[in-house]
Structure formats: C-alpha cells, structure tokens
C-alpha cells in the first residue's frame, strides 16, 4: 500500500496528529507529506483512518 498527499492538502495537520509514525509537516511546502513509499503493514489501518478522516480528501491510498 502507498499514500500520496495530493495538492488538496490544507495543512491542518490531522493527518500529523492521528499517525506521526507516517505523515509529517513540510514547513515548505505547507502541506503534510509521507515518511514511507510503502507503508509498513502494522500502520495500514491508522493510514486509512487518516485518509478517511482528512476534510480535504487529499490523502489517497494506492493498493
């Protein structure tokens, strides 16, 4: 599984807050961004949940 963050991204760092492990802030680019290009399997579940979560439907999950 991978997670891209698309241009849709507000910054609001939801993502940051459920799942450190995975999503980081760029201070940059303003948007969060993914640790990982393949998400390891123990942090899939939480990654949904951010993706399902995210207001601006900019995390998109690629399987």
């Not at 698309?6 to 802030?25: A, I, S, T």
């Not at 680019?29 to 900019?58: M, N, W, Y």
């Amino acid at each position: 599984m991978k997670i891209v963050i698309n241009d849709q991204c507000m910054g609001d760092r939801n993502c940051n807050k459920l799942c450190p492990e995975v999503f980081e802030y760029d201070e940059d680019q303003l948007k969060s961004t993914v640790k990982f290009d393949e998400i390891p399997e123990h942090l899939q579940a939480i990654s949904r949940q951010a993706a399902e979560e995210c207001g601006a439907d900019a995390i998109e999950i690629i399987e």
